[in-house]
C-alpha cells in the first residue's frame, strides 16, 4: 500500500439504531418502507473534497477523475468529482480503513435520527442551498456550506451524488433483510444517494434513490467515506 496522508476526513458517529426506510411518494424503487437496523459506524461529515483526492493520485498515479482540469471543479474545497464506483472503491483501499456506506447505512445517517422528514434538515430547502435548490448551478459548492443534519453532516443529500457500495436493484426493498441490509449480490448499476448540482433540483430527497454503471465518471457523481465505528 502507498503511504497514506496524515490529513483527512474528519467523522460523524452514527449511532446502532433502527429506521423506516423508503417514502410512499418517491419513486417505485423507493417501496415498500420497511424497518431497518443498522450497525454503529462512522460517516465522513463532507464528502471526499478535491485536496483529499488529488493526495491520492499523487501518491498512486492513479487515473485522474473525469475533467480534472476544469475550472470550475478547482477549488481545494470542492467535492471531488467525475469519479466512478470503481475509483472511490481505489481510493478507500488506499485509505486503508475507510469505504463506502451502504444504502441503508446513508439513508441513517442523512435522517440524523429523525423519522419522516423529507430532507436532511426538514421538509423544506434549507435557506443556505443555492439559488434554493433550483439549478443547475455552474460548479459544485464548498462541501463546508450550510448547516449539518442532526448527526453532524455536511450536504448530505445535495451537491454531488454520492457512491453507495451496493449493487442496484429496483425490487430489492421487497425482499431486504432487516438487520444491516447491503444489496443485492450482483448487478449491472451500482447504487447513489443524494442531489446534484447538475440538476434542476440540487437536492433529493432523504429516500431518494438513484444508479449508474460503476465504471462511469460524471462530473456530478463524488462521495463520502465510511469506517468502522
Not at 61 to 76: D, G, M, S
Request: aromatic share 12%; with cysteine.
Amino acid at each position: 500500500m502507498m503511504g497514506r496522508p496524515q490529513t483527512g476526513n474528519r467523522y460523524a458517529q452514527i449511532p446502532a439504531g433502527s429506521f423506516s426506510m423508503g417514502s410512499i411518494e418517491g419513486q417505485e424503487d423507493e417501496a415498500p418502507v420497511h424497518v431497518v437496523t443498522v450497525d454503529a459506524f462512522e460517516l465522513a461529515i463532507h464528502p471526499v473534497t478535491r485536496a483529499e483526492y488529488a493526495a491520492f493520485i499523487a501518491a498512486t498515479h492513479h487515473p485522474r477523475p473525469r475533467e480534472w482540469e476544469a475550472a470550475e471543479y478547482q477549488p481545494a474545497d470542492y467535492p471531488v468529482v467525475g469519479v466512478s464506483w470503481e475509483d472511490a472503491r481505489a481510493y478507500c483501499a488506499w485509505r486503508g480503513d475507510e469505504r463506502l456506506p451502504t444504502e441503508a447505512e446513508w439513508e441513517r445517517a442523512a435522517r440524523g435520527n429523525v423519522e419522516g422528514r423529507r430532507y436532511p434538515w426538514g421538509d423544506g430547502i434549507p435557506a443556505w442551498i443555492p439559488q434554493q435548490g433550483r439549478g443547475p448551478l455552474a460548479s459544485p459548492w464548498p462541501v463546508t456550506l450550510g448547516d449539518p443534519n442532526g448527526f453532524g453532516l455536511f450536504g448530505i443529500a445535495a451537491n454531488v451524488h454520492e457512491w453507495c457500495a451496493d449493487w442496484y436493484a429496483g425490487d430489492y426493498y421487497a425482499i431486504s433483510p432487516a438487520l444491516n441490509p447491503g444489496g443485492p449480490d450482483a448487478g449491472l448499476r451500482r447504487a447513489s444517494r443524494g442531489g446534484s448540482w447538475r440538476h434542476a433540483v440540487t437536492i433529493s430527497r432523504t429516500s431518494s434513490r438513484s444508479r449508474l454503471d460503476p465504471s462511469f465518471r460524471y462530473t456530478d457523481y463524488g462521495f463520502r467515506v465510511a469506517r468502522r465505528s
